[in-house]
């Protein structure tokens, strides 16, 4: 029997899948049902059929789950970018999330054994240091487009945000209103603002703010003059030109446009200065539990020499100066390795040599014969793809950060000929929604000996 477009049905959700959502079978062939639990029966609609699975809407949970709970945001379903806030236990979700990719791509034997308890967060909402948010000619012109979709959501109240940046967004329409600025029309391909950009400190109490305009001639004054008076936390003033070909966010020009060049930030007893392309982890209290299982995983001594390669503003690098003899600093953007060098500067760091450029480039430059002890990686989402470097170096040890679980086991796969695995902790970086963040430890198998 096969599914129709719209039918209805009722289904026994199996297990979770890489999204958070939902999997149940019919005829064999996979329903992906966001917001629905493993052991729930469920009613729903089918969206979409593919050859060989399908997607559908949830319309009822008939038998729920122990696990389920109410979402505490009333956009949750409408909304999309959180997808686990119905899950009680998310922890134990990511962590399976995790080993069935390993099952899948690692080739490990029992990941299972390798596998630590997940580091969750003590904070479940407001943790989100940085918001990213389209404006466009809406009633409420913030929020974005629906994955896959060109369905625009606002999102006025999203709970994941820090407080102060979540009171500056609830603003800004009016702000908008009252300074004249005219909101982006996708269809007519015509307006002044298209994106905001915030972000603030652990305090609450620093702000960065960078608007994304269709040209330079955009008035602005009125616009900042209004916001920075509401919110004098608005520290650092920023504007970019945005190609809606390109990043919404990002153009390829940034201009400062008053207060503070920069944000700073007192992180783990480091001041760090940040600047509007840098990055750093999204939510602080798991950031620093996340730096903290690194630096304690690799086991370093004063002796040693390490890499922090894709080391954004260098956070890894920073931290584990002080227990080591030498570090390596390797990331590609120019923004980051800007924010690494006065970081380094402010802190009187001197035993850090900067590796610019791309890593696999970068750590071909460094003479054959240096022995590197411990290597850092904290690649993109679209993890290491080019080993050369890092099989050519042979580091005794690498520490390696990941925010996908599919490209970590790959990079195992291959890591694995030359490498012990020997412990993989997955990490809540952020919760309610799929994300999963986790630290893997390789020991060089000549080294074992
Ligand atoms: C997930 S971030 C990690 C940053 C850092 N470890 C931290 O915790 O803040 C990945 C970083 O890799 C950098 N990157 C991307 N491609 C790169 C490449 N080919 N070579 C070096 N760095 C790269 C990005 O600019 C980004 O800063």
Do not use: W
């Not at 969206?47 to 997607?55: G, M, P, Q, R």
């Not at 030359?418 to 630290?439: A, G, Q, R």
Request: hydrophobic share 40%; net charge positive; charged share 25%.
């Amino acid at each position: 029997m096969n599914l129709d477009l719209n039918q209805e049905l009722e289904l026994e959700i199996k297990r979770v899948g890489i999204n958070g959502e939902g999997i149940g079978y019919f005829e064999k062939k996979a329903v992906f049902v966001p917001e629905a639990l493993p052991n729930e029966r469920v009613k729903i609609k089918i969206l979409k059929i593919a050859d060989k699975f399908s997607h559908a809407e949830l319309i009822e949970v008939i038998r729920p789950s122990s696990e389920r709970i109410k979402p505490k945001c009333s956009d949750y379903s409408n909304c999309g970018a959180c997808q686990l806030q119905h899950a009680k236990n998310q922890g134990e979700i990511k962590s399976e999330l995790l080993l069935e990719s390993l099952c899948k791509y690692s080739s490990l034997a029992n990941p299972k054994k390798f596998v630590d308890e997940i580091i969750l967060s003590d904070k479940s909402f407001y943790y989100r240091n940085k918001a990213m948010m389209l404006v466009r000619d809406y009633n409420n012109p913030l929020g974005f487009y629906k994955t896959g979709t060109n369905h625009f959501i606002s999102t006025p109240n999203c709970i994941l945000h820090m407080k102060i940046i979540g009171d500056i967004l609830k603003e800004i329409p009016n702000v908008i209103k009252a300074s004249k600025i005219v909101c982006y029309d996708e269809r007519r391909k015509k307006g002044e603002l298209m994106s905001v950009l915030i972000r603030c400190d652990q305090t609450e109490e620093k702000v960065m703010i960078m608007v994304g305009v269709s040209s330079l001639e955009v008035k602005l004054d009125k616009f900042f003059e209004l916001l920075t008076n509401k919110f004098p936390v608005i520290n650092s003033i920023y504007k970019t030109v945005i190609d809606i070909k390109d990043n919404p966010y990002y153009g390829d020009e940034i201009i400062h446009v008053g207060r503070e060049t920069h944000l700073d930030l007192n992180f783990m007893d480091y001041k760090f200065r940040l600047l509007p392309r840098a990055f750093f982890q999204l939510n602080y209290l798991q950031a620093e539990k996340f730096y903290q299982k690194i630096i304690k995983l690799a086991g370093v001594k004063k002796t040693d020499i390490v890499i922090d390669a894709y080391a954004g503003i260098g956070i890894i690098g920073i931290l584990v100066s002080k227990f080591v003899k030498r570090v390596f600093l390797n990331e590609i953007d120019k923004d980051c390795l800007e924010s690494a060098k006065t970081t380094i500067e402010l802190n009187g760091i001197t035993n850090i040599t900067i590796l610019p450029g791309d890593f696999v480039k970068a750590i071909n430059g460094l003479d054959k014969k240096t022995v590197i002890d411990c290597l850092f990686v904290d690649p993109p989402r679209s993890g290491l793809i080019d080993y050369t470097g890092i099989l050519k170096l042979r580091p005794k040890r690498i520490v390696y950060g990941s925010c996908n679980t599919a490209t970590l086991s790959k990079d195992i796969k291959v890591l694995s000929e030359f490498y012990f695995v020997t412990k993989i902790v997955p990490l809540d970086m952020f919760p309610n929604t799929s994300h999963v963040e986790s630290i893997l430890l390789l020991n060089l198998k000549s080294d074992r000996k």
